[in-house]
């Protein structure tokens, strides 16, 4: 398959801190890298079933290899900069 980028504004299992499938975060630690195929247990609300980088659930905790600076820019529409 191919690289799927997911911003941390994303509530998905591949930017969740309870995926434990194989991604990487950039530099800037606010994008997530990941296969388009890959698949994790989830360790959170799914208990351990596993689940695609893409999908989502209810119980979405930021994954702690990102920050969370983008997501308080983008919380107001359009995007402020402080």
């Known amino acids: 398959m191919g690289k799927v980028n997911y911003s941390n504004v994303w509530k998905n299992c591949a930017t ?3 995926w434990d499938g194989e991604r990487q975060a950039n530099e800037a630690k606010d994008t997530v890298t990941v296969d ?12 351990g079933r596993r689940k ?3 999908d989502k659930c ?3 905790k930021m994954w702690s290899e ?4 983008v997501v308080k820019k983008h919380r107001v529409w ?3 900069d402080d």
């Open 52 to 54: 695609y980088g893409n």
């Open 58 to 60: 209810p119980e979405w």
């Open 78 to 80: 359009p995007p402020v």
């Open 36 to 47: 388009s195929a890959a698949v994790g247990a989830c360790n959170g609300f799914w208990q």
């Open 16 to 18: 969740c801190d309870c």
């Open 66 to 69: 990102l920050t969370s600076e």
